[in-house]
């Protein structure tokens, strides 16, 4: 049998309090808004940082965290309420105070019986009613087994109205305790406004003895600045002595510097006389010099001009040579300025033949594709170019190589057929000479007389006219080249790029 049964018991209950109320107020404590639960705990129990709460707090430190007003109306409050605020509070102080009876080293007799049955009966008490009901049943087979074989000397009821008082009297001593910490707190924060007061009695004082040493320190250094202010004085009184001699040698002197004076102010006027005959020479000078500059500006401009109109001769003079060049190797050749292949009509640029855009019938087109990717790179290989330029297909072949092909394939050069044997629309290069000649005198003109002039050159028919006026082809094509422009809605204007290319 244990020597100390009631303190054994005691220390387990303990235990099995501490272990799940440690963990219960962290869990609480992480409800508290705006701070962790160990910053909260340190705070309270005035300690450093904790890593750890749960290993930190012990039963002892309970009924601070308890009593604490942030931790109760923020972690507590909500499980308890506001009424059993005192018997919770009461109840853990009576815990941790009942922890001394059995940790007291000094101790060599057992506890109380009656205290160890009151003392379990709480613990296992506070333990249901933060719902740690497991543990509840541990701390009450500790009581059951301890006192299973005693003999009942009171009634429950009796022991029941013991607790209650004892609990009361905690609860009341709780009070009284809570009182004297908000009347210590008070007295605490007085003393506290009084030492700030006589620190800055004793700062103004520690002031007043510093100004007073200073102003020592300077009256001792005004003294000895007299001292040597006398000391001067008299040097002074010495030397104007010796001044008022000098002064009179100064006077004779003063008298010889004023005959001179005056003969050097006669010469002075004598060479502001010369000095301004000099500056209205200088100013002649600039004049001339200026004009002079300005003539040599208008000599090396024209200089340069006439080197680059020189340059610019050299260059149409190029350009004329390979012009009559290419013309008389052109009319030797009695190549044609025009050629119509697959019912497109290729026209002479320069050394090839071309065609633009609207230009390319679709005949040659189903011829293109039905060349498939062979009959393509035959036609490439042979010298035509079937190319997207600036948005728009064009297609060049020079005059040798479309000669070839057109030789091979079996098909001869055909010249331009007039409008009036077709029955399609003119195309948009065919429509250009006539168009821009009505738009050469650079005056604005309706669409409708455009299209007027067109069906007129062309012979077209009245079909004919309404479909070139809903197609729109005429002005579409212009505008794309850049021969013409739109003025306003329905009216258009030649370009500059369209008399140019009138003229050539």
């Given amino acids: 049998m244990m020597k ?95 922890r001394k009876l059995w940790a007291h080293p000094q101790k060599k007799e057992d506890v109380d019986s009656e205290h160890t049955r009151t003392h379990l009966s709480i613990i296992a008490d506070l333990l249901g009613a933060i719902n740690e009901l497991d543990a509840r049943d541990d701390v009450e087979n500790i009581r059951d087994q301890l006192f299973s074989d005693e003999v ?37 924060q007085d003393a506290q406004e009084r030492l700030e007061e006589l620190e800055e009695i004793e700062t103004a004082w520690m002031d007043s003895e510093k100004q007073a040493e200073k102003m020592l320190n300077e009256l001792e250094a005004a003294k000895a600045k007299q001292r040597a202010s006398e000391k001067k004085r008299k040097s002074i009184v010495s030397e104007l002595e010796s001044a008022k001699t000098e002064k009179s040698k100064l006077t004779e002197d003063l008298n010889t510097a004023s005959s001179w004076l005056e003969d050097v102010e006669k010469e002075k006027v004598e060479l502001k006389k010369r000095l301004k005959k000099a500056e209205t020479e200088k100013t002649e000078l600039k004049e001339n010099l200026k004009s002079r ?28 040579a390979e012009l009559e060049k290419q013309l008389k190797t052109k009319s030797d050749s009695n190549i044609p300025d025009s050629v119509t292949f697959q ?35 035959a036609m490439r290989d042979a010298g035509w170019s079937v190319e997207k330029v600036d948005g728009d297909w064009e297609i060049t072949i020079s005059t040798e190589d479309f000669q070839a092909w057109t030789k ?97």
């Fill in 4 to 98: 100390y049964p009631n303190r054994t018991a005691l220390y387990e209950a303990h235990n099995i309090y501490r272990d799940v109320m440690q963990g219960f107020i962290v869990r609480r404590l992480k409800k508290v808004q705006g701070i962790t639960p160990k910053e909260l705990i340190s705070e309270i129990l005035k300690c450093e940082s904790i890593d750890d709460p749960e290993a930190m707090i012990d039963i002892r430190d309970f009924p601070r965290i308890m009593r604490d007003r942030n931790c109760w109306f923020d972690a507590f409050s909500q499980l308890f309420g506001s009424r059993g605020a005192p018997d919770v509070r009461s109840m853990t102080g009576f815990i941790a105070d009942g």
């Fill in 152 to 188: 009942e000397e009171h009634p429950t009821e009796v022991e029941n109205a013991a607790l209650n008082k004892r609990l009361a009297d905690t609860s009341d001593k709780l009070a009284a305790v809570e009182a004297d910490k908000i009347e210590c707190e008070k007295r605490l």
């Fill in 293 to 320: 500059s300005d003539r040599l500006e208008k000599l090396e401009k024209v200089k340069k001009e006439n080197a680059e109109l020189k340059k610019d001769l050299e260059t149409v003079a190029e350009e004329k």
């Fill in 343 to 377: 019912d497109t009509i290729f026209t002479m640029d320069l050394d090839k033949y071309r065609v633009v855009g609207d230009d390319i019938a679709q005949t040659f087109w189903r011829y293109w594709h039905a060349q498939r990717s062979e009959g393509k790179q």
């Fill in 408 to 504: 091979n394939e079996g098909s001869t050069t055909q010249p331009t057929a007039p409008f009036q044997e077709r029955t399609e629309l003119p195309t948009g290069k065919e429509m250009e000479q006539p168009a821009l000649e009505l738009l050469s005198d650079r005056r604005e003109y309706p669409r409708s007389e455009i299209i007027d002039v067109l069906t007129q050159h062309f012979s077209l028919n009245n079909n004919q006219r309404k479909k070139l006026s809903r197609s729109g082809k005429a002005e579409v094509y212009l505008r794309n080249k850049g021969l013409i422009e739109r003025t306003r809605t329905g009216y258009y204007r030649i370009t500059s790029r369209g008399l140019d290319v009138l003229r050539s």
